[in-house]
């Protein structure tokens, strides 16, 4: 890189906000070198799984107010130099700094450490610690991430050839099924897809190499009897019904072919026709209680990303009101959000061979916008999000068929301004879901929701907007003060034979916020009558109240 490029690097960083992958520091005179190795791990880290080709450390450059204040850091170009050395002896793989550029700015040196991003499947430790970053914090790479870096190069399962597996042990409904769907991925040679062998086909399809049965091959079109091929491995989908109370009524398992059990499995799901009555009109829309797309999408995004290394089954679990999906492995992508922001194809896969597969026989998509359409069409059928739960071992989604407040849904949709982002949590405080704070921060901007962390809730504006101001004044209640002067009267009146707490609690805790939970609600309570205490309008005297004389 020339000067110039440099100092338009350097300006570059200096215009965005520190991130995961860069880092600004003072560091006017020195800089702790165990400190410095585990931002080397983190920025290394974070740049792999941000899928960017390096992180940067800038020295000299304070880290809020992006001023210059210059550094003097291991002056001598020699020292400089040996800090490559340095670094390398302490990091997986030896790995050290890409560059270390010296920059003359405002008359002030700065140094721009360029940190390349680990490399696909191998995690950067420094001095035998893995590090990793929580927004601008460095913190302890966790184990989702680290599995994350680890599965970009682990053992494909899926494309491993099925020991002992013949074109026997292949579904010929299956495979005529397979066919069938790969003509309609492929129209521009349907006519030469009908000439093909079996043997040619499946090479072309991706579900053989070489003419060899893979597992993926016996996953969509293996015969039931095939998946003890699979062992130790399950290839097996459970349908699960279970009636309001959570007990299960009934239950169904699937085997291979899962390219024709997906049918059978979703064929069990009572997916009747769900009807409501819009606003101002008595003739009820019909939709059916689940969009078709919405549930094949969820049932083939657990067969196409189970850790099948685990040996667990898929289960779809069907309760009156909606539908549980979940599968073994951790998420690839860390979070939903990361899917509906970046909106881009998935980097790779822990089954590639078997995803490509079933890309060619049109039961997925790679090009990322799976997920997202699901949020879409529910949001479109006014019923609420998907909700996704993330686990080290296991992903699971549910999804709901019945419909959300109608109104709320309108004033959503009245207001143009609002992404799907935005969507996603105003559903999150209508199910009474945590929110990040940026995100509370911006639809308090815009009066949507009112409350504190852990406690939002649909705001004033929004709440006469949709005709809920009944409810809003259950979730806002009052402000100290009333409760402070209720209490006060109520020890006053009482005051010969003092108040108990448990008293105090009966006159307070119903006229408090219905949002809080029973904890919260007696938390309040002894804070305030510590608040009152400590003002000297009472005193506690043997576990009772009186007022201060």
């Known amino acids: 890189m020339t000067i110039e490029d440099i100092r338009n690097k350097f300006e570059e960083l200096r215009s965005t906000s520190e991130n995961e992958t860069v880092e600004f520091k003072e560091a006017k005179e020195n800089f702790d070198f165990n400190t410095l190795g585990k931002y080397f791990s983190a920025l290394s880290n974070e740049a792999n799984l941000q899928g960017v080709r390096c992180g940067w450390l800038v020295f000299g450059v304070h880290?809020?107010?992006?001023?210059?204040v210059g550094t003097s850091y291991r002056n001598d170009p020699k020292k400089l130099q040996s800090l490559k050395h340095e670094i390398a002896q302490k990091t997986t793989g030896n790995l050290t700094f890409s560059n270390v550029f010296e920059l003359e700015v405002e008359g002030k040196r700065v140094l721009l450490f360029e940190i390349p991003a680990a490399p696909q499947g191998v995690p950067i430790a420094f001095d035998g610690h893995f590090y990793g970053r929580d927004g601008e914090s460095l913190v302890a790479l966790n184990l989702q991430e680290m599995e994350t870096i680890r599965n970009?190069?682990?053992?494909?399962?899926?494309?491993q050839v099925a020991e002992g597996a013949t074109m026997d042990d292949l579904d010929s409904e299956a495979l005529n099924k397979a066919r069938f769907e790969f003509r309609k991925k492929n129209p521009d040679i349907a006519d030469e897809i009908n000439h093909w062998s079996d043997a040619t086909f499946l090479n072309k399809a991706r579900l053989t190499v070489n003419g060899k049965i893979t597992n993926a091959a016996l996953i969509l079109l293996g015969t039931p009897e095939s998946a003890v091929r699979l062992m130790p491995a399950i290839a097996q989908m459970t349908w699960i019904l279970k009636d309001e109370d959570g007990i299960e009524v009934d239950y169904k398992h699937f085997y291979p072919p899962f390219l024709m059990s997906v049918d059978k499995l979703l064929s069990q799901i009572r997916?009747?026709?769900?009807?409501?009555?819009?606003?101002?009109?008595?003739?009820?829309?019909?939709?059916?209680k689940y969009d078709n797309y919405v549930i094949r999408e969820a049932l083939?995004?657990?067969?196409?990303?189970?850790?099948?290394?685990?040996?667990?089954?898929?289960?779809?679990?069907?309760?009156?009101?909606?539908?549980?999906?979940?599968?073994?492995?951790?998420?690839?992508?860390?979070?939903?959000?990361?899917?509906?922001?970046?909106?881009?194809?998935?980097?790779?896969?822990?089954?590639?061979?078997?995803?490509v597969a079933m890309v060619n026989l049109n039961m997925i998509d790679t090009i990322g916008s799976g997920i997202k359409r699901m949020f879409v069409c529910q949001r479109k059928r006014l019923f609420p999000l998907p909700d996704y739960t993330i686990t080290e071992k296991e992903v699971s989604v549910t999804i709901y068929g019945k419909v959300i407040n109608e109104k709320y849904v309108?004033?959503?949709?009245?207001?143009?301004?609002?992404?799907?982002?935005?969507i996603i949590a105003l559903d999150k405080v209508q199910k009474q879901q945590p929110i990040d704070a940026?995100?509370?921060?911006?639809?308090?901007s815009k009066t949507l929701i009112d409350g504190r962390k852990g406690n939002y809730f649909l705001s004033e504006t929004a709440s006469a907007?949709?005709?809920?101001?009944?409810?809003?004044?259950?979730?806002?209640?009052?402000?100290?003060?009333?409760?402070?002067?209720?209490?006060y009267e109520l020890i006053k009146k009482?005051?010969?034979?003092?108040?108990?707490?448990?008293?105090?609690?009966?006159?307070?805790?119903?006229?408090?916020?219905k949002i809080l939970n029973d904890d919260q609600k007696r938390n309040f309570v002894r804070n305030m009558l510590h608040q009152m205490v400590v003002e000297e309008m009472i005193v506690s005297k043997e576990r009772r109240y009186y007022l201060k004389t």
């Open 63 to 68: 880290d809020k107010k992006r001023g210059v």
């Open 152 to 159: 970009q190069r682990s053992f494909d399962w899926s494309a």
């Open 271 to 288: 997916n009747i026709t769900f009807r409501y009555l819009p606003d101002n009109t008595l003739f009820p829309d019909e939709v059916m």
């Open 300 to 355: 083939h995004n657990c067969i196409a990303h189970q850790d099948y290394s685990l040996s667990e089954r898929i289960n779809v679990v069907e309760t009156p009101d909606s539908l549980l999906f979940s599968n073994g492995g951790a998420f690839i992508p860390q979070t939903i959000e990361n899917v509906i922001e970046k909106d881009a194809p998935q980097r790779y896969y822990r089954n590639t061979f078997l995803c």
């Open 410 to 422: 309108k004033l959503l949709k009245e207001d143009e301004n609002l992404t799907l982002a935005h």
């Open 438 to 444: 940026k995100m509370a921060k911006l639809l308090k």
């Open 465 to 487: 907007q949709v005709g809920e101001m009944v409810e809003y004044v259950q979730n806002k209640a009052f402000n100290k003060k009333y409760y402070i002067d209720l209490s």
């Open 494 to 513: 009482q005051n010969a034979k003092g108040t108990t707490r448990k008293e105090i609690d009966s006159l307070i805790i119903p006229k408090l916020s």
